[in-house]
Each structure stands twice: as C-alpha cells, then as structure tokens.
C-alpha cells in the first residue's frame, strides 16, 4: 500500500500562484511514477501533470502546458506540483496519484490521495 497526502491548496486571485505537495509513505516512492489529476465541480476528473520514477519524463495536460511544473523529491518521497498563472477554470480539487513502474501519464494509477482544494477568484 502507498499512503499518499496532498496539502498546499486554497484560494488564490486569478493570475497568483501555489504550490502543491503531495508526502508518499508506505513503499518504496522512487518506484512509483506520479501524477495529478484535478476534478472540477460537475466535471470528471482529469490529468494534469507527470513524472516518472527519476524525475527525468514529466508530461502535461494541453490546459497547463507552461504554466504548470511538476517535480519530485525522491529522498523526501514528495512530489510537488507548482501552478502559476492560475486562471478561474483551474479550480478544482487537485489528487495525486501514484503508478507503480516507469509509464507516465497513466489513467489508471494504483494509489489516490484524498485531495486538495484549489479555489481560483476573480
């Protein structure tokens, strides 16, 4: 089993930035690769960003392409998820999610986190 707990949400203007963590513990983290996905009211969840195992791949949805960075930290079993110029439509409760081996971008990750919310004002 892989614990995963994301923190770092809120509410943020239109254009500000935040920063997400999201702790893994129960396996080994540099074993798994990591995703976000983002779920906005009424809507399905929907990826956002990924890293593989060594932080060497990272993949983005088109919608966050150059705003969004995604990063890890092997050694503190973190994977973060960095959001500037955030827009009204990036609202959403943000999940991490982790896969086991070395494919990016998989839909279906073995482990959830609970998720945290990110509320875009205007």
């Known amino acids: 089993q892989v614990q995963l707990v994301e923190s770092g949400g809120g509410l943020v203007q239109a254009g500000g930035s935040l920063r997400l963590s999201c702790v893994a513990s129960?396996?080994?983290?540099?074993?798994?690769?990591m995703d976000w996905f983002r779920q906005a009211p009424g809507k399905e969840r929907e990826f956002v960003a990924a890293?593989?195992?060594?932080?060497?791949?990272?993949y983005y949805a088109d919608s966050v392409k150059g705003r969004f960075i995604i990063s890890r930290d092997n050694a503190k079993s973190t994977v973060y998820l960095q959001m500037n110029s955030l827009k009204l439509e990036d609202t959403a409760v943000y999940y991490c999610?982790?896969?086991?081996?070395?494919?990016?971008?998989?839909?279906?990750?073995?482990?959830w986190g609970q998720g945290t919310q990110i509320t875009v004002s205007s």
């Open positions: 999610a982790a896969a086991f081996g070395d494919t990016i971008a998989v839909l279906t990750p073995d482990y």
């Open positions: 890293i593989s195992r060594s932080g060497g791949r990272t």
């Open positions: 129960g396996r080994t983290f540099s074993s798994y690769s």
